[in-house]
C-alpha cells in the first residue's frame, strides 16, 4: 500500500475508525470525547487515531489546554472520485446489458408471435 486512497480505504476498514470518522463529521472532539463510547482504553482509541491520521483523514490541533481532532475533508473527495469512476463504469455495463436483453426480447417477442401465427395456420390446414 503506496498510495493515500489504499491507507484511506485500510484505515476505514474498522467499524470503530469509521465510527470515529462519522462523528467528527458533527465537528471537532478531544481523543477523550473520542473514546467515551467505547469499552477501550485510551492507548487503543490512540492507535486508532494514528492510522485516521496515517492515511490523512484526520489532524489534531492544539487549541489552548485541548488537542481537538479534526476530520480532513478533502480526502473524502479522492475517494468519491474513486467511486464514482467505477461507478459510471458499472452503469455502462448494465446500460449494455439492458440494451442487449431488450434486444432479446423484441427478437424473442418477434419470433414468439411468428411461431403463434405458423400454429395456428398448420391447425387450420395451411402453410405459412
Known amino acids: 500500500m503506496t498510495d493515500q486512497l489504499s491507507y484511506v480505504f485500510a484505515?476505514?476498514?474498522d467499524p470503530t475508525r469509521r465510527d470515529m470518522v462519522a462523528r467528527l463529521c458533527a465537528g471537532?472532539?478531544?481523543v477523550g470525547e473520542l473514546a467515551a463510547?467505547?469499552?477501550?482504553?485510551?492507548q487503543a482509541v490512540s492507535?486508532?487515531?494514528k492510522v485516521l491520521e496515517g492515511a490523512g483523514l484526520v489532524t489534531r490541533g492544539r487549541d489552548a489546554?485541548?488537542?481537538p481532532v479534526h476530520l480532513e475533508a478533502?480526502?473524502?473527495d479522492l475517494m468519491t472520485k474513486w467511486i464514482e469512476?467505477?461507478?459510471?463504469?458499472a452503469e455502462a455495463r448494465y446500460q449494455r446489458l439492458d440494451d442487449v436483453l431488450a434486444q432479446l426480447d423484441e427478437s424473442h417477442d418477434n419470433h414468439g408471435t411468428h411461431d403463434t401465427q405458423d400454429t395456428h395456420a398448420s391447425r387450420r390446414g395451411e402453410t405459412a
Open 47 to 49: 492507535k486508532h487515531l
Open 37 to 42: 463510547p467505547y469499552d477501550v482504553s485510551m
Open 11 to 13: 484505515a476505514l476498514a
Open 85 to 89: 469512476r467505477y461507478r459510471r463504469e
Open 28 to 30: 471537532d472532539a478531544t
Open 65 to 67: 489546554q485541548r488537542r
Open 74 to 76: 478533502e480526502v473524502f
